[in-house]
T-cell receptor, first 113, second 114 residues
Framework: GNSVTQMEGPVTLSEEAFLTINCTYTATGYPSLFWYVQYPGEGLQLLLKATKADDKGSNKGFEATYRKETTSFHLEKGSVQVSDSAVYFCALSSPDSSYKLIFGSGTRLLVRP | KAGVTQTPRYLIKTRGQQVTLSCSPISGHRSVSWYQQTPGQGLQFLFEYFSETQRNKGNFPGRFSGRQFSNSRSEMNVSTLELGDSALYLC?????????????FGPGTRLTVT
């Protein structure tokens, strides 16, 4: 079945450091890929998405590129801020799983001033 | 445009009781999905409704049920509560079905079963 694997957290960085959170997926066909962010005590917010191979999603300085050859969708940001501290979820949506979102386990990011 | 709203935000129930959670989607959105979030199992899909019809169901026991009304508002019900049902229940709405349709999440209902 379809699945998403994320790097284990927590990830602790100093402000202005470079961020990478790895995400790989297993799916048949051509899924859409998403990154969601969850701040403490809140629901999920869509951060970015990509719907086909080689698409790059970007938002608020975050980027991720849909790599079909490596089945990956790694999240990157060039310079993190304390306000980026949150839990980040990689997810996929695929027609063969009726478009329900399948999430990775989440990666907690802590940015220190 | 108002976002997805969920009520109540917090709930404490006793084992064996039942509970009903409510979700109001973004205006114009016809699809509503429910997810359960726990520290152990992560985010798991419960079910999806579109135009008052359940279109998809996750791997949860029959104690978990839901419905959608003609105004797209949705409710989920959990009967005979167990301690393991303690979780954050998230509702998401979207315009339609398909990978290009983004799902927008509400703040969730935190259910504690004692």
């Amino acid at each position: 079945g379809n699945s998403v694997t994320q790097m284990e957290g927590p990830v602790t960085l100093s402000e202005e450091a470079f961020l990478t959170i790895n995400c790989t997926y297993t799916a048949t066909g051509y899924p859409s890929l998403f990154w969601y962010v969850q701040y403490p005590g809140e629901g999920l917010q869509l951060l970015l998405k990509a719907t086909k191979a080689d698409d790059k999603g970007s938002n608020k300085g975050f980027e991720a590129t849909y790599r079909k050859e490596t089945t990956s969708f790694h999240l990157e940001k060039g310079s993190v801020q304390v306000s980026d501290s949150a839990v980040y979820f990689c997810a996929l949506s695929s027609p063969d799983s009726s478009y329900k979102l399948i999430f990775g386990s989440g990666t907690r990011l802590l940015v220190r001033p | 445009k108002a976002g997805v709203t969920q009520t109540p935000r917090y709930l404490i129930k006793t084992r064996g009781q039942q509970v009903t959670l409510s979700c109001s989607p973004i205006s114009g959105h016809r699809s509503v999905s429910w997810y359960q979030q726990t520290p152990g199992q992560g985010l798991q899909f419960l079910f999806e409704y579109f135009s008052e019809t359940q279109r998809n169901k996750g791997n949860f026991p029959g104690r978990f049920s839901g419905r959608q009304f003609s105004n797209s508002r949705s409710e989920m019900n959990v009967s005979t509560l167990e301690l393991g049902d303690s979780a954050l229940y998230l509702c998401a709405s979207s315009l339609g079905k398909g990978g290009s349709y983004e799902q927008y999440f509400g703040p969730g209902t935190r259910l504690t079963v004692t």
